[in-house]
C-alpha cells in the first residue's frame, strides 16, 4: 500500500472527542484491511479498531466499544476513527497501518505499511 499519514490527534479534557484521520496515498491491492492502533510510553501497543474492505466490516476492541467509531471512505482513500467519551486512560500515540487481506485482524504484525502517529493526550 501507499503511505500513509495520521492527523487529528490533540489535548482534550476527559470526556471529549476527537476525531482521527489516516489518509492513505494510493490503495494498491482490491482486498485491505485498516487498523488503528495505539502506544502509550511503557506500553505495548495495542490494537484499536479494523476494517475489512472485503465484507465492508469494522471490528472494535472491548475497550472502545460504545465510544470509538472507524469509518472508512476509499473514494478520498480516508480511514476515520472518531473517539467520544475519552478517557485518560486513551491517551497515547495512535498509528493507522493498512495491509493485504480479507479478514479484519488487530495484530501489528499483520501489518505490513504504518503511518508515523499521532499525539492523543486526554487531561484536565
Known amino acids: 500500500q501507499g503511505r500513509l499519514v495520521e492527523s487529528g490527534g490533540g489535548l482534550v479534557q476527559p470526556g471529549g472527542s476527537l476525531r482521527l484521520s489516516c489518509t492513505v496515498s494510493e490503495f494498491t491491492f482490491d482486498k485491505y484491511v485498516i487498523g488503528w492502533f495505539r502506544q502509550a510510553p511503557g506500553k505495548e501497543r495495542e490494537g484499536v479498531s479494523c476494517?475489512?474492505?472485503?465484507?465492508?466490516?469494522?471490528y472494535n476492541t472491548e475497550f472502545v466499544k460504545g465510544r470509538f467509531t472507524m469509518s472508512v471512505d476509499s473514494v478520498k482513500n480516508k480511514a476515520l476513527l472518531q473517539m467520544d467519551n475519552l478517557k485518560p486512560e486513551d491517551s497515547a500515540v495512535y498509528y493507522c497501518?493498512?495491509?493485504?487481506?480479507?479478514?479484519?485482524?488487530?495484530?501489528?504484525?499483520?501489518?505490513?505499511?504504518w503511518g508515523q502517529g499521532t499525539q492523543v493526550t486526554i487531561s484536565s
Open positions: 476494517f475489512s474492505s472485503k465484507h465492508g466490516t469494522t
Open positions: 497501518a493498512t495491509t493485504f487481506g480479507e479478514w479484519c485482524t488487530l495484530s501489528g504484525r499483520s501489518f505490513s505499511s
